[in-house]
C-alpha cells in the first residue's frame, strides 16, 4: 500500500541548530502538505505545494523555516535556527492535484521535534 | 480568525456503547468537513466525511451529522471497539482554499 514517507521519525536538538525534515509523498501526487501540530492540539498548516509550486505559504514563519519541492516530488522543511517553540509533531500529506476538498489527504507518520 | 473547535476535549466509554464527538465550526463558508482519527505516533487517518449539502453520512460504524443551521458537525461511533482509541479531529475545507483546517481534538478512551 503506497504511503507518504517521512524522515528522521525523531530529532532532538539544542535551540539555535538547524534541523531538516524530509517527505516523500505518494507517487503522483501533486500537492503536498507540511503541517505542525503541537502536543494536544489539531494540526497547523505551514505550506502547501503544487507540484515544485509554493500555493500556500502564509502560515510559515518565513524568519526561521524554509521549505522546498525542488523536482515536484520530494520535499524539505528545515528549521534555523530552532527555538524551543518550535517542538512538535511536524506531518507531511499528499494528495491527487487539488484534491484536499475531497478527503484525500494522506498523511505519513511525522517527524516529532524536540528542541532543548 | 474562524476556526473548528471541539466540545469536549476527553470522553470515555465503555466497550460496546456509542460513542458521540462532537465538533462546532464558525465558517459558513465551508463546504466540506471530514473526520481523521489519530492514534499516538501516527498521522492522522482518514475515517469519513461530508459535503455541505448533505446532514448525514453513514460509514462502518460510523455516522456524521451535519446541522448547518447552528454549524455543528458530530461523529457517532456505534459499538465502541478497544481500537477506537484515539484522538478525532474535524476538519473543514473552505470553499475556493482548497485547504483543510483542523479542529483540536476530542481524546476518545475506550474501557472494558
Known amino acids: 500500500e503506497a504511503e507518504v514517507a517521512q524522515s528522521p521519525r525523531y530529532k532532538i536538538t539544542e535551540k539555535s541548530q538547524a534541523v531538516a525534515f524530509w517527505c516523500d509523498p505518494i507517487?503522483?501526487?501533486?500537492?503536498l502538505y507540511w503541517y505542525r501540530q503541537i502536543l494536544g492540539q489539531g494540526p497547523e498548516l505551514l505550506v502547501q505545494?503544487?507540484?515544485?509550486?509554493?500555493?500556500?505559504d502564509s502560515q510559515l514563519p518565513k524568519d526561521r523555516f524554509s521549505a522546498e519541492r525542488l523536482k515536484g516530488v520530494d520535499s524539505t522543511l528545515k528549521i534555523q535556527p530552532a527555538e524551543l517553540g518550535d517542538s512538535a509533531m511536524y506531518l507531511c500529506?499528499?494528495?491527487?492535484?487539488?484534491?484536499?476538498?475531497?478527503?484525500?489527504?494522506?498523511f505519513g507518520e511525522g517527524s516529532r521535534l524536540t528542541v532543548l | 480568525g474562524e476556526s473548528v473547535g471541539l466540545h469536549l476535549p476527553t470522553l470515555s466509554v465503555q466497550e460496546g456503547d456509542n460513542s458521540i464527538i462532537n465538533c462546532a465550526y464558525s465558517?459558513?463558508?465551508?463546504?466540506?468537513f471530514i473526520w481523521y482519527k489519530q492514534e499516538s505516533g501516527k498521522g492522522p487517518q482518514f475515517i469519513i466525511d461530508?459535503?455541505?449539502?448533505?446532514d448525514k453520512r453513514q460509514g462502518q460504524r460510523v455516522t456524521v451529522l451535519l446541522n448547518k443551521t447552528v454549524k455543528h458537525l458530530s461523529l457517532q461511533i456505534a459499538a465502541t471497539q478497544p481500537g477506537d482509541s484515539a484522538v478525532y479531529f474535524c476538519?473543514?475545507?473552505?470553499?475556493?482554499?482548497?485547504?483543510?483546517?483542523f479542529g483540536a481534538g476530542t481524546r476518545l478512551a475506550v474501557h472494558p
Open positions: 505545494f503544487q507540484d515544485e509550486s509554493v500555493v500556500d
Open positions: 461530508i459535503r455541505s449539502n448533505m
Open positions: 465558517n459558513s463558508a465551508s463546504d466540506y
Open positions: 476538519a473543514e475545507n473552505i470553499s475556493g482554499y482548497n485547504k483543510l483546517i
Open positions: 507517487s503522483g501526487h501533486a500537492t
Open positions: 500529506a499528499s494528495s491527487w492535484r487539488g484534491r484536499a476538498g475531497t478527503g484525500e489527504l494522506f
